[in-house]
């Protein structure tokens, strides 16, 4: 069933803001679907990366609630692969950080057991915090 | 240079003064102006923060301690007059200035995790295991420019993170716990905090016990300083207190 | 002066700048070890930089970000002051183990090179440290020993690894993104060459370049778990017998998450994971002090033992 949508000015604030954030200028995304195809953790998000990238072009500020951002390993896949240079994990990355610099954390690092931590080399923890925590 | 207008703190610093400075207010050649919380107050150049804010009426039951620069009590945060950059430092060890905007920070606050060392190995996760949040660190240098005792406090939160104990513990050695690196640090660390648990780790398990401690105990319980124990025990008052004047002081 | 150029004035003990990131100190001792080891065999001596700060493992991507390239640009100074202070001589090229440091500390370099202003703003904030001059450059370890030859790790070799079935791992981070890609990102065959050197048989699989999970780990580790899966079942149908890796991070979700990958695949075969410089070691034929086989997760010497390269 066909969706009615109607882009208002805040819509299109959205969309400048993603851009402005990851620097890339979403609105060229032709939804070619290579990025998907190539991530190697699609199985896990709600929402593919190249429909995560339909609804910044359209603004929809409901991108900022999918688990897809979350899921992201940050691998590069998807920015070594667009067809028209767009670097994707930048845009994820801009989406993670609107919500990140509301001070609202995606992990509870206090919440990890301890016996978590006590195996989880630095590495780990140090790029999970740069990551999930503002 | 801004004069205060208020006759009550005029009074009150009148009456403080014996108590501060010593001084006749007619004797003293220098003013300046700081401002406390926002209040501008006219107080004699050259004292510390600490005392011209006492100079100024203000009677510390918080945020002061051993006035010496050694309990960490009387940290301040403050801006100079014309310098954006916010500074921080003991009220007791810096000179207030003229245009000075100051203000106390008597307490940091700051949960200190609950450990028993007995029970922990020694090992870099366990700095993780208690405060995971030094893994946040950016290496910003925020910690270190607060820092009144000139620590490099982000050198031992680094060493902290990669698990070297002996840096950690030797760089962190003269923290007075003032809470002014936990105040200003964007990734919300306690650094006094790490650098305590670190320093207890490595005084446990990293340096070993100490050999003149051990030879000491051995020696007590050998009875060497028996007799001359139980002599002074075993002293009237009298005695006791013309062996105290006849004390040697230092040796001629 | 071109890295072949570089390389040409190769005498023995050649000092280069290296930083080792916080894993290799602790849970990653044995890649440092086994690396410091085997690049003097081959006339290389890492020299630590001082006073380094973790780099922050992974690079900023949003545009407006400066503070967290703090980190890595720091270190770059400290590049600077090992030159200044005589350490290493007139070296710029500062050489790193672990893939995600690499990524890093080049990614950040190349931001602040390629932004005057940003680098300005940067060194202004560090005001207590000398300005960054942007000179210098970050390598991988298996860049440095390419351009010194792989025949020259031939030469080096005492006890080649003949019978071994290695898969290398590259991994995200030493490939991608284009910029800082030591290699072909689609096709790279950097690690091959490195243990068809080493006498290896080489085993190939297309998931030698999928990511591990990286940082997933930490909150969502059947992410880890699946994609670790994969990888090493893959080469294992392959041929392999062992995986070669260059990142402390790949090494803990390959072989550590081993322990969850048995228990939700119970009939999943264990498989040890090396540092590639662990394999270097062995087959210089350097002192066991140098392998570090305790902190692997799943225990390489049975394997080793099998194929006649265990040393007693």
């Keep these: 069933m ?49 429909q995560m990238m339909k609804m910044a072009q359209l603004g929809l500020k409901d991108v900022l609630d999918v688990k897809t951002i979350w899921v992201c390993a940050s691998c590069y896949t998807c920015t070594i692969r667009c067809p028209r240079g767009l670097d994707v994990s930048k845009v994820a990355e801009a989406l993670r950080q609107i919500i990140l610099r509301q001070a609202i954390d995606h992990i509870d690092i206090k919440a990890i057991p301890k016996e978590e931590l006590e195996q989880l080399p630095q590495i780990a923890m140090v790029s999970a915090c740069r990551k999930f925590t503002g | ?96 200035e003229d245009g000075m905007y100051l203000v106390q920070i008597p307490f940091t606050p700051a949960e200190k995790a609950s450990y028993d060392l007995t029970k922990e190995d020694y090992s870099p996760s366990v700095l993780i295991k208690y405060y995971p949040e030094v893994a946040r660190c950016v290496s910003c240098n925020t910690c270190t420019k607060a820092c009144p005792q000139d620590l490099e406090v982000m050198d031992y939160v680094q060493a902290a993170l990669r698990g070297d104990f002996e840096a950690l513990a030797r760089d962190s050695f003269d923290c007075i716990q003032c809470g002014l690196c936990a105040m200003r640090c ?16 490595y005084g446990r398990n990293g340096l070993g016990a100490p050999k003149h401690l051990e030879k000491r105990v051995e020696e007590i319980q050998n009875g060497q300083f028996k007799k001359a124990l139980d002599t002074v025990i075993s002293c009237s008052d009298e005695e006791l207190r013309k062996k105290y004047t006849a004390r040697e002081i230092e040796p001629e | 002066m071109s890295a072949h150029e570089d390389f040409k004035l190769l005498t023995d003990g050649m000092k280069v700048p290296y930083f080792p990131g916080c894993t290799l100190k602790t849970t990653a001792r044995n890649f440092e070890e086994s690396a410091l080891a085997s690049a003097r065999a081959l006339g290389i001596e890492m020299v630590e930089l001082p006073r380094w700060n973790c780099c922050g493992t992974v690079f900023s991507l949003s545009a407006d970000d400066l503070i967290h390239h703090v980190a890595s640009v720091r270190n770059l100074i400290r590049v600077q002051e090992m030159n ?59 860049e440095l020993i390419r351009d010194l030859g792989f025949g020259k790790v031939k030469r080096a070799v005492k006890k080649s690894l003949t019978e071994l079935k ?22 790279p065959t950097i690690m091959h060459e490195m243990l068809q050197a080493l006498g290896t048989e ?20 059947s992410t880890v778990v699946e994609l670790a899966h994969e990888i090493l079942t893959h ?67 049975p394997l080793l033992k099998a194929k006649n390269l265990l040393k007693q």
């Design chain 3, 84 to 142: 200044k202070q005589g350490l290493v001589n007139e070296n710029h090229r500062l050489v790193t183990l672990c893939s995600m440091c690499f990524n890093t500390l080049k990614r950040s370099n190349l931001r602040v090179k390629e932004n005057a202003e940003d680098m300005k703003k940067i060194n202004d904030l560090m005001y207590r440290e000398e300005d960054y001059q942007g000179h210098v450059e970050v390598v991988h370890f298996i």
């Design chain 3, 235 to 301: 080469a294992q149908k392959a041929g392999a017998e062992a995986m070669a890796t260059t990142c402390p991070l790949c090494a803990f979700n390959l072989d550590n998450r081993q322990k969850e990958i048995v228990e939700k695949y119970p009939g999943f075969k264990k498989m040890p994971i090396f540092y590639i410089t662990q394999l270097m070691a062995i087959a210089f034929d350097l002192d066991k002090k140098f392998y570090g086989f305790e902190q692997n997760f799943v225990d390489p010497k």
């Design chain 1, 2 to 50: 066909a969706k009615k949508m109607i882009i208002s000015s805040e819509n299109e604030e959205f969309v400048c803001k993603v851009s402005e954030l990851s620097g890339e200028q979403v609105t060229l995304c032709e939804q070619c679907g290579t990025c998907s195809g190539g991530c190697p953790v699609v199985g896990e998000m709600d929402v593919t990366p190249s």
């Design chain 2, 186 to 201: 964007p990734a919300e660390i306690v650094q006094y905090h790490v650098g305590q648990l670190g320093r207890r780790l």
């Design chain 2, 1 to 96: 240079m801004e004069e205060t207008k208020s006759p009550i703190m005029d009074r009150i610093a009148e009456a403080n003064k014996s108590a501060t400075t010593g001084i006749d207010s007619k004797d003293i050649k220098e003013w300046i102006t700081i401002y406390i919380m926002g209040r501008g107050y006219k107080v004699p150049a050259d004292l510390t923060v600490l005392t011209a804010m006492e100079y100024a009426g203000y009677k510390f039951v918080r945020s002061v301690g051993c006035r010496q620069g050694f309990c960490g009590a009387c940290a301040t945060v403050f801006r100079k007059k014309g310098d954006y950059k916010l500074q921080a430092d003991m009220a007791c060890q810096t000179r207030a």
């Design chain 3, 166 to 187: 290695v898969a290398p791992y590259y991994g995200c981070m030493i490939l991608r993104p284009k910029e800082v890609s030591i290699d072909d990102p689609e096709a």
């Design chain 3, 202 to 221: 080489v085993i190939s699989t297309p998931y030698n370049k999928v990511c591990c999970g990286s940082y997933q780990t930490v909150q969502e580790k």
